[in-house]
């Protein structure tokens, strides 16, 4: 844990990304005034009438909008993003706003490798995560809009859309995204690729997520698209605890399992008792079964029962009777 509380960024962080989208639609507006003025007068600039209308089809979809989000906030070499490498060096007004923990106190140090994939952990309205989540939600969100799209555009049911781009991502995260790579499956990798989904599908219409009606993030007014100035609701309703791996365990492989849980119960185990002295294995166990779902939604939550949790390794002996649990 960070040795002082985070500043909350969240309110920055949205900026940056409103700051992106208005440099997307302005790009896309740009265009759209050169292909109408076509109609008028015609110029070097010009296509055939018919490419044309459909080309002003094209930058009038939510396609065109989240392609060219994407390229401002997910696109990059994986696993790097623009969006992911901001976040890493950019100099926030709040401070102190990202922690690493140093490598002998890690869980990785018996794995030089795993520690250099650890990402500066950052407070974004008032949930801790690390900074490759907002990289998976750009990123990852958007491969996972595409794929719902194509399924919805083959006859697939929204729902069946849904469990399609979670499959492909419960396939990455099992492979060159996690498991095969560094022996861990991320939960919280997961719901951050299904939540940029979802923020994908709301760029251009109306969303619900759980009690919250979100409204489009942007407009199409008299042919040309307009930014909605809701900022609260940018980004705030998808960062949750879902994306704190602390909270919404992970899943690692048997040779990193054991000395991992070791590592939290020496590092971790006695800052987090004396910041929550009185709760309780339970209480952890409630949290992390909470994560599961997200206001119902399935995004893909791999359950084992050899989680190394907080509440399994730092609570272990809270609860009358308790022994506590092996590896």
């Known amino acids: 844990m960070p040795p002082e509380p985070l500043a909350d960024i969240g309110s920055e962080v949205s900026e940056y990304a409103g700051d992106n989208i208005r440099k997307a639609i302005a790009k896309i507006n740009a265009e759209i005034a050169v292909r109408q003025a ?43 993003t623009k969006s992911g490498s901001w976040m890493d060096s950019h100099k926030f007004r709040a401070q ?23 990402s500066p952990t950052v407070n974004i309205y008032g949930t801790s995560f690390g ?67 979802r923020f994908y599908q709301g760029l251009t219409k ?33 960062m949750t605890d879902h994306m704190n791996e602390a909270l919404n365990p992970s899943s690692f492989v048997p040779i990193l399992r054991s000395s991992i849980r070791g590592i939290v119960k020496k590092q971790s185990c006695p800052q987090w008792r004396a910041l929550y002295p009185d709760r309780t294995k339970r209480d952890f166990e409630s949290i992390t079964e909470a994560l599961m779902l997200w206001y119902g939604e399935y995004y893909g939550f791999k359950k084992s029962e050899k989680f190394v949790t907080i509440g399994n390794t730092c609570f272990a002996g809270s609860e009358p009777g308790a022994t506590g649990e092996t590896t």
């Not at 907002?134 to 794929?147: D, E, L, N, S, W």
């Not at 419960?170 to 990798?189: H, I, L, P, Q």
């Not at 009690?211 to 998808?238: C, H, M, Q, S």
């Open 38 to 80: 076509c109609f008028e007068n015609v110029s070097a600039k010009c296509d055939s009438p018919e490419n044309d209308r459909k080309r002003l089809a094209y930058l009038r979809s939510e396609e065109a909008v989240a392609r060219e989000v994407f390229k401002l906030l997910g696109d990059g070499i994986i696993p790097t």
């Open 96 to 118: 102190p706003a990202r922690y690493k923990t140093k490598y002998r106190q890690s869980i990785f140090v018996l794995a030089l490798f795993n520690y250099f994939t650890i």
């Open 131 to 197: 900074t490759d989540k907002i990289a998976h939600f750009f990123q990852q969100g958007y491969t996972y809009y595409r794929i719902y799209e194509r399924a919805l555009a083959d006859g697939s049911t929204p729902d069946e859309a849904s469990k399609k781009a979670v499959r492909w991502g419960r396939k990455s995260e099992n492979t060159y995204y996690g498991t095969m790579v560094g022996g861990v499956f991320s939960n919280a990798d997961m719901f951050a690729n299904y939540a940029g989904m």
């Open 206 to 238: 109306e969303t619900r997520i759980g009690t919250i009606e979100r409204p489009a993030t942007v407009n199409l007014k008299n042919g040309v698209w307009t930014f909605n100035e809701a900022k609260d609701l940018l980004l705030r309703p998808y």
